[in-house]
């Protein structure tokens, strides 16, 4: 077991990412909490989503950066060596020739830190809108 020397609390894993106090309670406030060379990527993935889908609301929802229209529509987190990026199944199975050169899995993509593609994200996003498919 580790125990975080900030808050106290005990992970099974060490230097466990987790958030020492109170959750977040916007996508700003949960991107200003990583670190600094992580921002960046973080804040344009912010930005492409919110031209991608202006009708969707952003909040944090399963402690993750969400947008939601009567449903979540995807989200994102921060990870150690990556971004998550949580379409849904159905848009990683659309999108799996665009999605060839990045880590997958069922409903994730993986996005290495420096390598954020806007143009496939958005069109990830309009697509996850207009088709119902959702994370």
């Not at 958005?122 to 996850?128: F, L, M, Q, S």
Request: charged share 30%.
């Amino acid at each position: 077991m580790w125990k975080c020397p900030k808050c106290g609390k005990e992970f099974k894993n060490m230097n466990q990412n987790h958030y020492c106090g109170e959750k977040p309670k916007t996508v700003e406030e949960y991107i200003m909490r990583q670190d600094e060379e992580k921002q960046a990527d973080l804040f344009l993935i912010r930005q492409t989503l919110q031209q991608a889908l202006p009708e969707a609301e952003e909040r944090i929802s399963w402690s993750m950066p969400t947008y939601w229209k009567k449903h979540n529509i995807l989200h994102f987190a921060v990870s150690k060596k990556h971004i998550g990026f949580y379409p849904g199944p159905e848009a990683v199975k659309a999108f799996k020739e665009e999605l060839k050169n990045y880590s997958v899995d069922k409903g994730t993509i993986r996005i290495p830190y420096g390598e954020v593609d806007a143009e496939l994200i958005k069109r990830i996003a309009r697509w996850c809108l207009d088709t119902g498919n959702h994370a």
